[in-house]
């Protein structure tokens, strides 16, 4: 039984992954966009940037 949930859990993953890679290439179709992303990421992941202050400096 929990091989099944095991497998299913993998299959609603990929579906997942799928849907995100789908949006993100009709949301970022331009340099630019693709730029302000990548410098949103780094801020909150790796300086550990406030939200808001993201959403204040791509605005």
């Known amino acids: ?3 099944l949930f095991l497998g299913i ?3 609603v993953l990929a579906i997942v ?3 995100l890679v789908r ?3 009709r949301a970022l ?3 630019l966009k693709r ?3 990548v410098a949103a990421f780094t801020g909150l ?3 550990d940037l406030p939200f808001p ?3 204040l400096g791509a605005g």
């Open 29 to 31: 179709d331009t340099a």
């Open 53 to 55: 202050l993201i959403v």
């Open 45 to 47: 992941f790796f300086f």
């Open 17 to 19: 992954v799928l849907a």
């Open 35 to 37: 730029v302000l992303a």
């Open 9 to 11: 859990k993998a299959a």
């Open 23 to 25: 949006i993100g290439a």
């Open 1 to 3: 039984m929990a091989a």
